[in-house]
């Protein structure tokens, strides 16, 4: 347990011994991520991420101190929901940052933007809730899921693959994948594979592959899928005859259980470890020397959470009962982010650049995705034009 | 279809349902014997992939992991079955279930207390490490076909003990008329132990050789757990042959199905039709089969002679 | 002791109805989505409790129901359909229906093999549910519409809501409770503690048993239409197994075919839950062994700790 989580929650059973909220004057942040089950190492990512940003400044955002009050959604929509209400009625908290997922975010984004109040995602992007159903109190930092998936198209093109093997879960984050890869890959896809959920054994997908004549796959297999295709890929021997991009399939979070099988495989993403700016550099090793590993872009998105609420309050001068200011201020991003440019669209996603990545071996043996190049500037999704905001 | 991707199907099926046995034997043993049902017999599936990596990175041997593996699952076993298990076998199943339950809530939070929530993986013995090429087009990892032979000996080595040796008839004995079995002068406690002990070291095996292949997780047992009840229900409780055949039928369609019912549907209708569809249907299809036989069969394929 | 039951029962109830004015004096007004959550939990588990206590049918997929009442509201709110009494006729017809056919079938076995075909129709319905992709698939749907009550919002959300569930419970607790003391519920425990008799006797214990079990689907489905109400979202995962078994721990924790058991082993997860979490976030490590515990020490389950010297209609 981390000690952060035990101020939090110490701080939520004081308050409610007291039945008061004698700390009504701080800034309250409520975090809804999720810490149980195989996932919750991405969790565990943007509470470190987050609070290696509030513990830079002090303790403190925008000139405030801050209460923050993690909460585990444990990968249940009715318990994201329970833990979701209470913060906005027992917390009465000013911002909600949350979730991993998107299943999650579809079960909390109701009763909390209905409450007023700010709801900010540090990684699901969901395109629900980017085009008709936009929302002015609901912020993303992350991306909009289909663009990594675009951008990998695009890196499929620049790398020249002419025939790509196309395989993803069977649900709707895996089908949004395919979906996004499919509109900006110019060659042909020779198959489109969909497994279950969950799926444990993929050497029927890899002999089908090897018979492909496919130059390059893609793949969205996230968390443990990810680990067992890796693993699999390699050991079928196939890592020679094919080239392997993926999203979210080779990360900061799955790379420790694939070692050197992923070494080499191509990814795009809105960010690496490696990528030089001063923001950056500072935030990786100050990362690295808090919590002894590498940072993925779970951490970094929160990270840039922390600071996107830390510019909000100072430029409203901590008085958020103007929403309306609160939002601009929110909206006008004015904060340096660690991935480069950074702003918000009308539908309050993200505008930002994609760069192509791999997978490297680090010198001390430790693994992580290096920038290679950047494929697209200022990329924004396809769902902004339906938001009427 | 290729013919090359139907033979690869068929010997992961093969694979897969031979893993279920692993796990489903010692389960139907100690259901059929005992009359005690155990949901917490899927964590030792789960705890034998956790002591292979732990002893792995231990030692830096497969092969010495390996047998520290066995033993200590079989430890944990006969531990679980002296402090909690032996005060249960004369309660109602409801309670049973309840109290395992509890188990799997403790040991799957302490796995993640102990190891971290992340996916963990370790590698294949240097040994059976690489492939061979079984067709012109067909390779296939050497490790696997070695788990296939190696659950096919162990399947041999069970039916044969179970049929031929006294403890064998002892338990065979014990699962139909266990009041007769103890007027006879037999510690049917001790017997019930050794059951026990068994099952959960067969349990934990099949972990430890699943865990190179697949990723090692908290909660890992739960969904298999289910399976391998299906699979015991299938086969008819307490019977060992009965779980063998009930387990390659389970394996073979599940992992045909998963492959074969969107293509099929595909066929019939368009490609997102039969994509939304398809693996819905796919992982229905071993409890359909496991309805239409207890509608028919309501006792399951081979049932014990005898068994209730 | 009858009488203490509905002693203890009157207790949990006026408690209950005094909370929507107690918490706001204690500043917890936070606990009712809490409480709320505990009675919907509680309303499924006291019509498994039917079938499971009084009918000796232990099945593991009774969170299905709850899954298709959830769903068969949801589909009917997204196609316009607001008004909850014709969503509850729609959810009860759904229910019923589906309960009669894998019913029928189910009863064909008994002991622990109906157990398993009740989880294979469970599953067969979760996965279905999953493979709704206009309606979210796995994801989910977020509601934006709710239920109305004669075109009245009060249903929808705060003390309006909470006083529509509670009622709900209520006629739940009384209804199961009558139900089970009437010379149906008188057949069905025969049957379920001797088949062959009962059905010596000349009673049809089958259509008995295949009535309570559709009775038991249709309220599950009831609490499945409270809960998207108060959810306002849906999602697959409530219809999972998991959540079956969930309902099986509250049931035999509060104690089989008892008065208030089903009641009380529900707000006792509900509320354990809440409690260790808040204090401990490796709470599990507590409340695994718990379980263990009161299972060994507690065996007519709570309802008997506060029935200390006998036990009821068993």
């Known amino acids: 347990m981390k000690p952060t989580l035990k101020i939090a929650t110490g701080a939520a059973v004081l308050s409610m011994l007291m039945g008061t909220t004698a700390l009504a004057e701080n800034l309250k942040i409520g975090m809804v991520v999720t810490l149980s089950g195989p996932p919750a190492a991405l969790g565990q990512q943007i509470v470190d991420g987050f609070q290696l940003a509030l513990d830079e400044k002090g303790g403190m955002l925008g000139g405030q101190a801050v209460d923050l009050i993690v909460e585990d959604d444990e990968l249940k929509p009715d318990v994201a929901l329970l833990k979701a209400t209470s913060l906005i009625e027992r917390e009465e908290v000013d911002f909600v940052v949350g979730t991993v997922f998107s299943n999650m975010l579809q079960a909390i984004f109701k009763p909390i933007v209905e409450s007023e109040t700010f709801l900010i995602s540090p990684n699901a992007g969901p395109s629900t809730f980017a085009g008709n159903n936009c929302n002015p109190y609901f912020f993303v930092t992350s991306y909009q899921n289909n663009q990594n998936a675009e951008v990998s198209g695009m890196v499929a093109n620049e790398e020249g693959f002419e025939n790509v093997f196309v395989m993803a879960p069977n649900y709707q984050a895996g089908r949004d994948n395919v979906e996004g890869f499919n509109k900006t890959f110019e060659g042909t896809v020779t198959d489109e594979v969909f497994t279950p959920l969950g799926h444990q054994d993929f050497s029927a997908e890899l002999a089908r592959m090897s018979t492909s004549g496919a130059d390059a796959v893609f793949t969205f297999m996230p968390g443990g899928m990810g680990v067992r295709l890796v693993g699999q890929f390699d050991g079928a021997g196939l890592k020679d005859s094919m080239k392997f991009m993926s999203v979210f399939t080779t990360d900061e979070t799955t790379l420790p259980g694939q070692k050197d099988a992923a070494v080499g495989f191509l990814a795009a993403g809105n960010w690496a470890p490696d990528m030089d700016n001063e923001a950056n550099n500072a935030f990786v090793s100050a990362f690295e020397e808090k919590y002894g590993y590498i940072p993925g872009g779970y951490a970094m998105q929160a990270y840039d959470t922390a600071n996107l609420i830390d510019s909000a309050v100072a430029a409203t001068g901590g008085s958020l009962e103007d929403k309306d200011a609160v939002r601009a201020a929110l909206k006008a991003a004015d904060f340096t982010s660690v991935r480069g440019d950074f702003s918000f669209n009308n539908n309050h996603y993200p505008v930002q650049d994609f760069h192509a990545l791999t997978v490297v071996k680090r010198d001390d043996g430790k693994f992580h995705t290096s920038f290679v190049r950047t494929v697209v500037e200022d990329y924004a999704d396809s769902f902004a034009s339906e938001c009427g905001m | 279809m290729s013919l090359t991707l139907f033979l690869i199907l068929c010997l992961n099926g093969l694979q897969y349902g031979l893993l279920l046995f692993l796990i489903a034997a010692g389960l139907t043993l100690v259901f059929g014997v005992m009359g005690f049902i155990n949901l917490a017999h899927g964590v030792q599936y789960m705890v034998g992939a956790y002591l292979i990596f732990a002893f792995t990175g231990l030692t830096g041997s497969f092969w010495l992991a390996l047998v520290l593996s066995l033993i200590t699952a079989l430890l944990i076993g006969l531990l679980l079955e002296y402090v909690v298990f032996r005060h249960l076998y004369s309660r109602s199943h409801l309670d049973q279930v309840l109290a395992t339950f509890g188990i799997i809530i403790f040991l799957n939070e302490l796995a993640k207390v102990l190891f971290g929530p992340a996916t963990l993986s370790i590698d294949t013995p240097e040994l059976l490490s690489g492939s061979i090429q079984l067709t012109e087009q067909l390779r296939y990892p050497v490790y696997r076909l070695v788990t296939i032979g190696v659950g096919l000996v162990v399947a041999v080595g069970l039916f044969l003990t179970i049929s031929y040796t006294r403890t064998g008839m002892l338990i065979r004995a014990g699962s139909t008329t266990p009041e007769m079995v103890s007027a006879l002068g037999v510690n049917v406690k001790q017997l019930f132990q050794i059951v026990f002990g068994v099952g959960a070291m067969l349990a934990g095996f099949a972990g430890v050789i699943a865990a190179p292949i697949f990723a090692i997780e908290p909660g890992m047992g739960d969904n298999i757990l289910i399976i391998a009840f299906v699979v015991i229900i299938i086969g008819g409780v307490g019977s060992i042959g009965g779980a063998f055949v009930a387990a390659i039928l389970v394996g073979l369609i599940d992992t045909l199905g998963r492959s074969l019912v969107t293509e099929a549907l595909g066929l019939v209708f368009n490609a997102s039709m039969a994509n939304q569809i398809g693996p819905a249907l796919a992982s229905m299809l071993i409890y359909i089969l496991m309805a239409a036989i207890l509608v028919f069969r309501p006792k399951g394929l081979l049932p014990a002679k005898g068994a209730t | ?314």
């Open chain 3, 1 to 314: 002791m009858m009488d203490r039951g509905a002693l203890i029962g009157g207790v949990i109830f006026a408690l209950l109805l005094a909370m929507p004015v107690l918490l706001p004096i204690v500043g917890a007004e936070y606990l009712t989505g809490l409480l709320i959550k505990a009675m919907l939990l509680a309303i499924a588990a006291i019509s498994l409790d039917l079938i499971i206590g009084h009918g000796g049918m232990v099945s593991l997929g009774h969170a299905a129901f709850i899954g298709v009442g959830a769903y068969a509201t949801a589909i009917g709110l997204e196609s316009g359909i607001e008004e909850i009494l014709v969503l509850l006729a729609i959810t009860l017809a759904v229910t019923g229906g589906l309960a009669l056919v894998t019913g029928t079938l189910a009863l064909r076995t008994s002991g622990v093999y109906f157990l398993m075909i009740t989880l294979a129709f469970g599953q067969m319905i979760y996965f279905t549910l999953t493979s709704l992709a206009a309606y979210g698939g796995d994801d989910g749907l977020t509601l934006w519409s709710l239920a109305t009550f004669f075109g009245s919002d009060i249903v929808q959300e705060g003390e309006g809501l909470y006083f529509f569930v509670f009622a709900a419970l209520f006629l739940t607790w009384l209804g199961v409770w009558r139900i089970s003391q009437s010379r149906f519920g008188r057949v069905l425990r025969a049957a379920r503690d001797n088949p062959q008799r009962a059905e010596v006797m000349g009673y049809p214990i089958a259509r008995y048993q295949l009535i309570a079990y559709v009775i038991a689907a249709c309220i599950a489905g009831v609490s499945g239409l409270l809960l998207v109400q108060y959810a306002e979202f849906v999602s697959p995962s409530i219809a999972a197994w998991q959540r079956s078994g969930d309902l099986i721990v509250a049931v035999v924790l509060g104690g089989l075919g008892s008065r208030n058991g089903a009641i009380l082993g529900a707000f006792f997860i509900v509320i354990m839950e809440e409690f260790l979490s808040s204090i401990f976030h490796e709470w599990r490590l507590i409340y695994g062994p718990l379980l263990v515990v009161l299972v060994l020490y507690a065996k007519g389950g709570l309802n008997d700790l506060l029935h200390p010297k006998s036990r009821e209609a068993s």
